[in-house]
């Protein structure tokens, strides 16, 4: 077997909240600086809500501060999801999305550092959208936020737009590497019904049937998300889909 490097990335979420979690957030950013060598990290990634969209009215302003304390304190590539709390529950979600999107969409730009990792964004269809492949693995991140639901046509396009992305990216890396150590996919929401259609999507990339799966793609799969606000390792028993798992983080306050 293929031998790799080890590596690790630093996942969060679900704040600031307010004005103490800012200077939770900037603290924690700052001190990465003191571990990521030792840690191997590549990179890190907020998987969205950076504020409570009823406290903030998703004002430009909390967008920025947000961006600031990562340019500013970050030694790594840092992309930034969005959560429900930083668009589709904001006051004015297309205001919200503009403000989420010209601060946080190519992001990960502005680091030096980026040589030592690859960062693409699906620039023609849904530029929030991310992928890297990191020695061996492939991590990626789709747009997948919590409640409220918009509009049924615009979630449904989305849903289908996500399962589209993993599976481009599964398939475009097994066949110029011919291997994959195991996927990871970043998004913001807990599991519910209203996402399910995404989880079946994904794992027919992987299983062929009930039980079987598609030649070397018996790998891991984690999709790792916020929303919740309590650290969990889940699965979903419906899927049947033993490699696949769900792993939600802390609150940010509380990692």
């Not at 403000?99 to 620039?123: D, K, M, P, T, V």
């Not at 799966?213 to 790792?224: A, F, M, N, Q, S």
């Given at each position: 077997p293929r031998k790799y490097e080890e590596f690790s990335f630093y996942a969060m979420g679900d704040i600031p909240y307010d004005n103490r979690d800012v200077q939770t957030l900037q603290n924690q950013v700052r001190d990465l600086n003191n571990v990521y060598l030792n840690d191997k990290a590549k990179f890190v990634v907020h998987v969205g809500d950076m504020q409570s969209g009823m406290d903030?009215?998703?004002?430009?302003?909390?967008y920025a501060r947000v961006q600031k304390i990562f340019v500013d304190e970050s030694p790594l590539p840092t992309m930034v999801l969005a959560g429900d709390n930083d668009w589709n529950n904001c006051p004015?979600?297309?205001?919200?999305?503009?403000?989420?999107?010209?601060?946080?969409?190519?992001?990960?730009?502005?680091?030096?550092?980026?040589?030592?990792?690859?960062?693409?964004?699906?620039?023609?269809?849904?530029?929030?959208?991310?992928?890297?492949?990191?020695?061996?693995?492939?991590?990626?991140?789709?747009?997948?936020?919590?409640?409220?639901?918009?509009?049924?046509?615009?979630?449904?396009?989305r849903t289908a737009d996500n399962v589209l992305w993993v599976r481009n990216n599964v398939n475009s890396y097994f066949r110029t590497e011919g291997e994959i150590r195991a996927v990871v996919i970043f998004g913001h929401s807990r599991y519910r019904g209203e996402i399910h259609p995404f989880f079946t999507g994904i794992r027919?990339?992987?299983?062929?049937?009930?039980?079987?799966?598609?030649?070397?793609?018996?790998?891991?799969?984690?999709?790792?998300h916020g929303d919740g606000h309590h650290f969990e390792i889940s699965s979903i028993p419906s899927l049947n889909w033993d490699q696949f798992n769900t792993v939600m983080v802390d609150q940010g306050k509380n990692a």
């Open positions: 903030s009215k998703c004002e430009q302003s909390f004015s979600p297309p205001v919200a999305w503009y403000n989420y999107a010209s601060h946080f969409i190519g992001l990960e730009q502005l680091w030096n550092s980026g040589e030592e990792i690859s960062i693409e964004r699906w620039n023609e269809q849904r530029p929030e959208n991310f992928v890297s492949f990191v020695n061996g693995v492939v991590v990626l991140s789709v747009n997948l936020v919590g409640l409220p639901l918009l509009s049924p046509t615009e979630w449904d396009k027919s990339i992987f299983m062929s049937d009930a039980s079987s799966y598609r030649t070397g793609l018996k790998i891991p799969v984690i999709y790792l």
